[in-house]
């Protein structure tokens, strides 16, 4: 399983915020690493959802391939004066990996740790018994009250939502020309796609959220 993260469209977006991105393809690892700013002039590399490893290709063993790629890591860091370099690998045993070659675990994580996966081939009545009964019943409550979720083009309105969001629960958000640049980037004909959706309440909008879809996880 990949991750949008890694996928060339995303790679281009980054590039087109002005952020230099290296790509890296050899004995069955894959990956894009962005270059991010860090006060006093300082930088790091960041591997969003990375690096791929495909196991089953390396007949040879994993030493060397994954020598060559730490090294050729250092190297980079070393060249763009990045003081060091963070992976948030989307696979356990990637991260196992990375381990074995003296990346140590970080207290600050940007990609959220814990996620939840749903399948949506089933059917409404099947993804309700799945839930928590809590949940449940603040999905009854929301039909019940009138809650109205469309797909909008009201970005203002989002953007109020998240300041105060963000405010309220004490996290950074990017700022407001990110998510408008991300929403204009992945419209229509691309592999990754974009969509803002607005949660109504009498006529007001109370929740937002962008839907990015990549392949057949959205």
């Known amino acids: 399983m990949s991750s949008f993260l890694q996928s060339k469209n995303w790679l281009n977006f980054q590039r087109s915020l002005g952020r230099p991105v290296f790509e890296y393809e ?13 006060p006093f002039k300082r930088s790091y590399l960041y591997i969003p959802h990375g690096p791929e490893i495909n196991f089953n ?66 059917s409404e009545d099947d993804l309700l018994d799945l839930m928590h009964h809590k949940t449940r019943y603040n999905i ?20 109020k939502l998240m300041k105060k969001t963000s405010k309220r629960d004490k996290f950074s958000s990017h700022p407001k ?8 980037f992945f419209r229509e004909g691309k592999e990754v796609t974009s969509r803002l959706n607005l949660a109504y309440y009498k006529g007001k909008p109370v929740a937002g959220l962008i839907l990015l879809t ?4 959205a």
Do not use: C
């Open 140 to 159: 009854k409550v929301a039909e019940k009250n009138g809650i109205e979720v469309k797909e909008d083009e009201d970005f203002e309105s989002f953007w």
């Open 57 to 122: 290709s390396m007949t040879g063993g994993l030493k060397n391939p994954v020598n060559n790629f730490v090294t050729w890591l250092r190297d980079l860091a070393k060249k763009e004066k990045a003081i060091f370099v963070k992976a948030e690998p989307f696979s356990d045993n990637v991260a196992q990996t990375l381990a074995g070659h003296k990346f140590k675990k970080s207290k600050k994580e940007i990609q959220p740790s814990k996620t939840v996966v749903l399948d949506l081939s089933k």
């Open 26 to 38: 050899r004995e069955g690892i894959k990956t894009g690493v962005v270059k991010l700013p860090l």
């Open 214 to 217: 990549y392949k057949d996880t």
């Open 177 to 184: 020309d990110y998510y408008q640049k991300l929403l204009i």
